[in-house]
């Protein structure tokens, strides 16, 4: 970025003047064209110590203006070296994700528009285009007319706001009254397998229900919801005086992109009036390639459903949308309307912040709209089609090579593996050891290397890598990369003396 200009000066009152914001906005821009350019020549994972950044920052804010060129020279300096980049396609780490570029001129124009989308009228363009788009979304990934859109920032955000809709369904006057001194309340539960997010724990936590109230049901061999048990663990609780209101079933987990059999769940659901949530915060996006529809199969019976374009639509981050098929049990545990909101269009129109606890909220939509409109279903649906391909290539070489093997099935374009050399130790558990440490000396070592990252979790106890393709500029040249460098890893681990 351009080098300190002493001509420059902070105005004394009012903002920038056009002529400067003309000057930085078209550098920004070009920066931002050059760094995707170039983003291959920097390390995924920022190669920084902890404090490392911080030392380098002033620890009080500088009274007088600064030229925007010198803070922009400190963004090179500084800042860059300090990054993860997510937008590297060798970034294969937890949920690969990617901006693009019709993402990010949606966030600029947002960020000049800095609409509050709170009322209707504080934001028609931002209230409407939300319709519009969720609606497009709606109809992108096939579900029916009776699940209404609405964005959050997060999946964590959205899963909350849709166990407190269940919660008001229960018709217990949480609202009104709490849930704290109340003896006329039983425990409710909520029912989530023990492969669903974290997410879900913490909405439990936050909604005042308390932990005690998520009950976690086993998942079968192939890591998805065993719904036997679930049945049973609702018909125990209802046996103890428990009240059941609320299942959250997965599409895509976490740890293995698992599925959860909906189809079963929503069975369990209707015979006992219960809320199905269904958390396809990532994979839900897969579902806008055709022949990848069936994985929403039941979710036409789901109450409601989280899907975050920021993971796999190549959204900036963040913008999640939750579908619900009950917004009026939504706007009624949200809704609020003080004299000073009050106005007279709003029985008409619909007003964002009477869904959930924000008032103010991010005119996310354009970005969503601007990136649709940009590639098209089409577009969009062929990226995350070729992710898939490279994440069953990847298997491929896992499957065929004696030194390693697959951990999970592989329904989308996440891949959970191991290296496995065959050199077995002495006891079960010592060999169990032995490859937890080698195979995450294997990712660090992999990660050091600055030219790709991969992240890991456990499965059944057994330290497992994975690797997670998302991103709008990964090729299949990145995956045979990432595939040498782990066996580069493999090989010279192999030949350390333990
Ligand atoms: N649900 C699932 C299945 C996830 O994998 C994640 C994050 O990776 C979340 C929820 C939370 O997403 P967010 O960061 O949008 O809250």
Redesign the pocket.
Known sequence: MPDSDSSERTPGTGDMSATEFRRFGHEIVDWIANYFEHIEDLPVLAQVEPGDLKAQLPSAPPLQGEPMSAILADVDRLIVPALTHWSHPSFFA??ATSTSAPGIFGELLSSAFDVKSMLWRTSPASTELEEVVLDWLRQMIGLDTGMSGIIY???????MHAIAAAREGVEMRVREEGMSGRKDLPLLRVYASDQ??S??DKGVITLGLGQRALRKIPSDSEFRMDVKALGEAVDEDKRNGILPFCVVA?V???STSSIDPVPEIVEVCEQHTMWLHV?????GSAAIVPEMRHILEGCQRADSL?L?P??WLFTPF?L?VLYCRHMDLLGRAFSLVPEYLRTPEQAKVRSGSDYGVQLGRRFRALKLWMIIRYFGHEGMAARIRDHCRLAKLFASWIEASPQWEMMAPTPFALVCFRAHPRLQAKTEEAEAKRLDVLNEAIMHGVNATGKAFLSHTKLNDKLTLRLSIGNIRTTEKHVRQVWELLNEQLRLLSSTPA
């Open positions: 937890y949920f920032d997060t999946a964590s955000v959205s899963s669903s997010h997410s879900i997965t895509g987990t976490t958390d396809a915060a990532y994979a989280v975050n920021h993971k963040d999640s």
